[in-house]
């Protein structure tokens, strides 16, 4: 694969364990989503885990509104591979049974906890037991006297918020803090992280909160914390979509690739289609696609729809075939390797990937 490229230098910040998985530091950014199922049912949460992380779901967020879902949190654990976080709102005392429960770490909006006293006992269990704690703020949930003081939910008033808790929590002598400042407003999301990245070294959890359809959320979300870990802010990345969950991993995982911050996975390069275009170039794209989801080998894919200039703007790629109609090609390196019918075009690229793969599983 194509080597050299401009890397992203990013922000410094101190680490933060989450079970065995650690945040900032310099650790990779993990991707991590929450299940959508109700958590007392306990066999479909599990199901659903088990696709997250078959995805690669590095950290498993789990809502536990009620007693019911609490019960429910020891069981859950006892079979995950992944770290769980206990997503909590309103009741302190959830909270404080949750890091009984294992959670490895609580996430809390600390202005929904219901005071600072009750949000002291949380600090105080999280650091008896060690468990780490999401401090999550959010545009829609800030308190009245900085709404008063600013007017609405600017990003200077959301890190006003983050920073207010986060020097209480510290005033208990209490570091083992992640923190966010999402907003639905992709702007507001992007200038509040990069406020707060100047004030404190705490590893960022970042995202677009409530970020909408499969589509739009995507579109969204890439905006939002592309621009963010473009700028080299943030440690852990959710896209939030109204979807299936395990859709979210995978924008998340081609985002991170995207930006050079993942290093593994088939990179598909594909051109757009124009009037030169006399395949059914998605239809490829998406065969190749599906087929090699899951490989985790790094190697550049292209997939072009003509060869006029096909082979030019794909050569950096590992591999890859410029389709015309009836026929086409299929090049390593910018170099022809041998001309094929439409129809051989992406079993035989498909093939050559799995014998590029093989041959560097041999050589390790």
Known sequence: MAENFYEISRRQTRPVMVGKVQIGGGAPITIQSMTNTFTHEVQETMDQIKRLEDAGCELIRITVPDQKSLKALSKIKSKMTTPLI???????????????????????????????????????????????????????????????KYNHPTPEAIVESALRHIHFIESLKFYNMIISVKSSHVPTMIQSYRLLAQKCDYPFHVGVTEAGTKMQGTVKSAAGIGAVLADGI?????????????????????????????????????????????????????????????LKNPMRVAIMGCVVNGLGESAEADIGICAEKGHGILFERGEVKSRLSEEELVPQLLMTINQ?????????
């Open 86 to 148: 206990a997503d909590i709102h309103f009741s302190y005392t959830l909270a404080l049974a949750a890091i009984d429960e294992g959670a490895d770490k609580i996430r809390i909006n600390p202005g929904n906890i219901g005071g600072m006293d009750r949000l002291a006992q949380v600090v105080e269990k999280c650091k008896k037991h060690n468990v780490a704690m999401r401090v999550g703020v959010n545009a829609g949930s800030l308190e009245k006297d900085l709404l008063d």
């Open 234 to 294: 943030g440690d852990t990345i959710r896209v939030s979509l109204t979807s299936d969950p395990v859709e979210e991993v995978k924008v998340a995982t081609y985002l991170l690739r995207s930006l050079g911050f993942r290093k593994d996975g088939i990179d598909i390069v594909a051109c757009p289609t124009c009037g030169r275009c006399h395949v059914d170039l998605e239809k490829m794209v998406d065969q190749v696609e599906t087929a090699t989801l899951h």
């Open 356 to 364: 590029k793969i093989d041959n560097r599983e041999q050589k390790k």
